[in-house]
């Protein structure tokens, strides 16, 4: 028999809290942009690929198509939750409102991880770009610091401001960004002719034991795809548009990077060069395509892209804020938002200080942005992985306690929880070096640690105040 408590939560569909925020303010395409933002879809064909390639070769087209198939699986879960249930809270709601209540508490700590480390990753990208122009055009290095102040604070302004100018911004900034990735990418089929690359779909060269760190790689291009589910208060028909922006998203993006992949190694097989050895792919194959000002634009379109991914982590991180306030997770005061403007301002800054930090103090310690963008996206993979794998294991219980049990759901929901733990020890088996075998995980696993005791502490003076 369902429990109650839990069957209550689902019986009344629509958000039922909107926590302060404007409600029905993001349409369909304002949702969607949410999720393809914190993506960053330009940042993966500049910075991602190239590594992927570097592990998997002639298969890194083949990498992206598991990758995408393993997103799939988890946008399935998700958008079934997402249908009956909307709040600010994103997968920790789902899993809150489902599992016991520690498994809600890992949920909250560990998505508030992974979206502050993904802003963190792309801060980093944002700035290596910044450099790259900066020397580019004005022979002259632009200050890391001044950079990442800049970045934060003016994501941290616009999803202060107007929550649908933010998602307005990242729609037109990500359009722009893909648009021209795809001219480049036509410039070379142009250019080479049409014509099938038998190395890469014989997958020659291929071995297994690559795949599982390729595969890793992969994963974090596609993770922040579910965000869009951080809108639920603000999002207008949210049990519609919510499901469906968050597959489109997965599907899009997922075709995206297999059609990148597939025709930058393509690109560079034609011009006997190694991908893996580029430090702007892009910018050399729009070159190679007779139009080397859209080179250019792309550093700038990438530089851009992950200027928005930071913005969307920003919005998504504090509407999760807001959501642990509530459920006294973190301060009261965190729960506040702006009548004016209907968004959450101390968790707006709070989330920008975080992503902010993250990224000045490895900088300060000479890390550079590129090693900044591998680490603090190491580390997000963890928190996103955990957070799919509870959310998947939770839907079946939520559905039961909505009166929609299916075995069909039940068993994708099974096959979900496996494909994550099986990349999580892909990830721990793979890596080849100290910091990402041990080091990353032994932070993560201590901040985890630290978010339960303060869950315990938390709900043990929340048992003596009513006592």
């Not at 799939?72 to 899993?95: D, E, K, M, N």
């Not at 560079?268 to 859209?294: E, M, N, R, V």
């Not at 004016?340 to 707006?348: E, S, Y």
Request: hydrophobic letters at 55%; aromatic letters at 10%; glycine letters at 6%.
């Amino acid at each position: 028999m369902a429990d109650p408590t839990t069957t209550s939560a689902y019986v009344e569909q629509p958000a039922t809290k909107n926590y302060g925020l404007h409600a029905g303010v993001l349409g369909p395409l304002e949702t969607l942009a949410q999720s393809i933002s914190a993506v960053a879809p330009t940042a993966t064909p500049s910075l991602t690929i190239p590594l992927v390639f570097a592990l998997a070769g002639n298969a890194t087209w083949f990498v992206y198509l598991l990758a995408t198939i393993a997103i799939l699986l988890v946008g399935f879960c998700v958008s079934r939750f997402a249908r009956i249930s909307a709040s600010p809270g994103s997968l920790y709601s789902y899993t809150s409102s489902t599992l016991p209540p520690v498994f809600g508490a890992i949920a909250a700590w560990a998505l508030l991880l992974a979206y502050v480390a993904t802003g963190a990753s792309v801060a980093a990208g944002a700035l290596y770009y910044a450099v790259i122009l900066s020397q580019q055009f004005l022979h002259w290095s632009a200050p890391a610091l001044l950079i990442l102040a800049l970045v934060c604070a003016i994501s941290a302004y616009i999803a202060w401001r107007d929550v649908k100018l933010s998602a307005e911004v990242m729609l037109w900034i990500e359009a722009i960004s893909v648009a021209t990735i795809l001219i480049i990418l036509a410039a070379l089929v142009f250019h080479f002719g049409l014509r099938l690359d038998w190395d890469q779909l014989s997958l020659k060269g291929m071995t297994f034991p690559s795949l599982g760190p390729a595969l890793v790689l992969a994963i974090f291009s596609f993770v922040g795809f579910e965000s869009a589910t951080s809108l639920g208060a603000e999002a207008r028909d949210p049990l519609r548009t919510i499901p469906r922006a968050v597959l489109l998203c997965a599907l899009l993006i997922g075709a995206f990077f297999m059609l990148c992949s597939y025709s930058q190694v393509l690109g560079f097989h034609a011009i006997g060069g190694k991908l893996s050895d580029a430090t702007s792919p892009l910018h050399q194959l729009a070159a190679i395509g007779g139009i080397a000002p859209l080179g250019v634009a792309i550093d700038i379109g990438a530089m851009v892209s992950m200027f928005a991914c930071v913005l969307a982590c920003i919005n998504a991180s504090s509407r999760l804020i807001i959501k642990m306030a509530h459920e006294r997770l973190m301060p009261h005061a965190l729960e506040r938002t702006s009548k004016r403007h209907g968004t959450p301002g101390a968790a707006i800054f709070v989330s920008a200080t975080l992503i902010f930090l993250g990224t000045i103090v490895l900088t300060l310690r000479h890390v550079s942005p590129l090693d900044i963008y591998d680490l603090a996206g190491s580390l997000s993979v963890f928190g996103f992985l955990t957070v799919y794998a509870l959310m998947a294991a939770a839907l079946p219980f939520a559905r039961r306690a909505a009166g929609q049990h299916s075995l069909g759901i039940a068993a994708i929901s099974a096959i979900t929880v496996v494909v994550m733990l099986l990349i999580a020890i892909f990830d721990l088996q793979s890596a080849s070096d100290a910091v990402h075998g041990r080091t990353i995980p032994e932070i993560y696993l201590g901040y985890i640690v630290l978010g339960l005791l303060v869950y315990l502490f938390t709900r043990r003076s929340s048992r003596t105040t009513s006592s």
